[in-house]
């Protein structure tokens, strides 16, 4: 079993920055990363990273070259640098770890939400 924990959430106005931590604990972590979802809103990948020759990192389109992802291999640990917020980045934002390199099964944790409004 693997336990994931996340912090770093809170309000932010549109333009500002939040970074978010992950620490995971258990078994032999592959991949992290962080998804999330919006009131109405299925969940969608935000970003992932994994330890790999190739498909290390993968952000969703919403998101490229405003996050960044960036992972601690020794200690399980994935932040996620969020510049530029806008109002459509609102939603609650869920950590999870995964065993596999693909990322099959995902571990989560409970999520931290993030508000960007002025």
């Known amino acids: 079993q693997v336990q994931v924990a996340e912090s770093g959430g809170g309000l932010v106005q549109p333009g500002g920055s939040l970074r978010l931590s992950c620490s995971a604990s258990?078994?032999?972590?592959?991949?992290m990363g962080w998804y999330r979802q919006a009131p109405g809103n299925e969940r969608e990948l935000v970003a992932t990273?994994?330890?790999?020759?190739?498909?290390?990192?993968r952000y969703a389109d919403s998101v490229r070259g405003r996050f960044t992802i960036s992972r601690e291999y020794a200690n399980n640990t994935v932040w996620l640098q969020m510049n530029n917020l806008k109002p459509e980045d609102t939603a609650v934002y869920y950590c999870?770890?995964?065993?596999?390199?693909?990322?099959?099964?995902?571990?989560w944790g409970q999520g931290t939400q993030v508000t960007v409004s002025s």
């Open positions: 999870f770890a995964s065993t596999d390199v693909a990322g099959i099964e995902k571990f």
């Open positions: 258990g078994r032999d972590v592959k991949r």
């Open positions: 990273i994994a330890r790999a020759r190739a498909g290390t990192v």
